[in-house]
């Protein structure tokens, strides 16, 4: 079941109206997690991962998908810190911000990154409850805390990608394994993490 995401009355995100108001529909009509731990989707989901990690220029990596069995053991042991992903996805807040300000643009992007996760939240939180009760709290918050941080950067950057430098939105695809009803975990020890 989907549910209408509204971050503001006022559809005003700057240059990129259109594709900001776009990006918010699509989130807000997301079945989340309605393919988790299940074999549908997974190709699209996969084909969207290799894409998200071309950006990055980290290809070629497997992608193992988990069932909901072994989710709370590695969601227990996984850090942030032993991500190679992680090293480069924690600058782009600031990066974003920095040039928000740059460009005069600091509101639209600030409306933008509180709204977005407190919209998402309750229906990623939901979801996650639904489909992973048994793995426990910190499966449901994890679940939840990365369905709302890849919203949010997808948005964010999209209210910066009429610029230079900004025009391929590498978060779009993560929007579409979401979409797909998966959740990304990321990428540890020389694997990408799904289910």
């Not at 006022?10 to 309605?34: A, C, F, M, Q, T």
């Not at 810190?81 to 600030?110: F, H, Y």
């Not at 229906?123 to 990365?146: C, M, P, S, T």
Request: proline share 4%; charged share 25%.
């Amino acid at each position: 079941m989907s549910t209408e995401l509204k971050v503001s009355d006022e559809k005003r995100y700057g240059p990129n109206d259109s594709n900001v108001g776009s990006l918010i529909d699509r989130i807000g009509k997301i079945n989340w997690l309605s393919a988790a731990a299940q074999t549908e989707n997974r190709v699209s989901a996969e084909a969207a991962i290799d894409q998200f990690l071309l950006s990055f220029g980290m290809e070629g990596y497997s992608i193992h998908w988990f069932d909901k069995n072994e989710l709370a053991p590695f969601v227990e042991r996984m850090t942030l810190r032993e991500s190679p992903l992680w090293n480069r996805l924690e600058e782009i807040p600031q990066q974003i911000r920095d040039k928000a300000e740059e460009t005069g643009r600091t509101a639209i992007v600030l409306k933008i990154s509180e709204n977005t996760p407190t919209n998402v939240f309750s229906l990623a939180f939901d979801a996650a409850f639904r489909e992973f009760e048994e793995n426990g709290e910190k499966v449901i918050q994890a679940a939840a805390g990365a369905m709302m941080y890849i919203a949010a950067l997808a948005c964010a950057w999209e209210t910066l990608a009429d610029l230079d430098g900004w025009k391929a939105n590498p978060f779009l695809p993560l929007i579409q394994v979401l979409e797909a009803g998966h959740w990304p975990l990321g990428l540890y020890g020389g694997k990408f993490y799904a289910v």
